[in-house]
């Protein structure tokens, strides 16, 4: 049974940074693309950046390049997401998705397995 269980989510001033993890169990980590989503109240979920299964390669939404990272371990089976100079306009449900295609990619389709969320709340 696959699992993928985010953390790290919280209250944070405009300006502040949080650093958000998934951990997966139930899959063969590396053999999949990893994302992070994000979906605020009234608005669907949107692609916030994804990972290649080494890790070698990142891809990230025009919103968040110059602030956000993503990055992998595939030795524990986790992916990470740290956000830097948050804005209120962050405010989401941030969730980890796994995608068996071997590029992955932003439509929310192409991914297999989903996590619960983690709230993120940035305070202006």
């Known amino acids: 049974q696959v699992q993928l269980v985010e953390s790290g989510g919280g209250l944070v001033q405009a300006g502040g940074s949080l650093r958000l993890s998934c951990a997966a169990s139930?899959?063969?980590?590396?053999?999949?693309?990893m994302g992070w989503f994000r979906q605020a109240p009234g608005k669907e979920r949107e692609f916030v950046a994804r990972?290649?299964?080494?890790?070698?390669?990142?891809w990230l939404a025009d919103s968040v390049k110059g602030r956000f990272t993503i990055s992998r371990a595939n030795a524990k089976n986790t992916v990470s997401l740290q956000m830097n100079t948050l804005k209120p306009e962050d405010t989401a449900v941030y969730s980890c998705?796994?995608?068996?295609?071997?590029?992955?990619?932003?439509?929310?389709?192409?991914?297999?397995?989903w996590g619960q969320g983690t709230q993120v709340t940035v305070s202006s």
């Open positions: 998705a796994a995608s068996g295609d071997p590029l992955g990619g932003r439509d929310t389709r192409l991914y297999d397995y």
């Open positions: 990972i290649s299964r080494s890790g070698g390669a990142t």
């Open positions: 139930g899959l063969t980590f590396s053999s999949y693309i």
